[in-house]
């Protein structure tokens, strides 16, 4: 079983700066890479950036290169994974989540078997 709980959404102005957390436990963790998807309301969920287990290989939505950067960070038996936002856009307003799922090549939600409950960032024009 694995867990994921997020943390660091908020409301920030246009053009700022955001910092996401997904801390991450669980027996089967090793073998999953991370992900950021987010859904706006009416919409269905997006695939935002992934990143390997071993931290070695990264991919983006074409909607946030050169903006978001995913990265993580190792703990004993667990994992964090950070999304750092910058130059933020109202259309990047969504209840952004975390998952893990079988390989970063993977972008659909289906594809991803563990959820963490969602974080809010809200970006005001």
């Known amino acids: 079983q694995v867990q994921l709980v997020e943390s660091g959404g908020g409301l920030v102005q246009a053009g700022g700066s955001l910092r996401l957390s997904c801390a991450a436990s669980?027996?089967?963790?090793?073998?999953?890479?991370m992900g950021w998807f987010r859904q706006a309301p009416g919409k269905e969920r997006e695939f935002v950036a992934a990143?390997?287990?071993?931290?070695?290989?990264?991919?983006?939505a074409d909607s946030v290169k050169e903006r978001f950067t995913i990265s993580s960070a190792h703990g004993n038996d667990d994992l964090t994974t950070f999304l750092q936002m910058n130059s933020l856009k109202p259309e990047d307003t969504a209840v952004y989540y975390c998952?893990?799922?079988?390989?970063?090549?993977?972008?659909?939600?289906?594809?991803?078997?563990?959820w963490g409950q969602g974080t809010q960032v809200t970006v005001s024009s």
């Open positions: 998952a893990a799922g079988p390989d970063i090549t993977y972008t659909n939600a289906y594809e991803y078997p563990y």
């Open positions: 990143i390997t287990w071993t931290g070695g290989r990264t991919r983006y």
């Open positions: 669980g027996r089967t963790l090793r073998w999953l890479s």
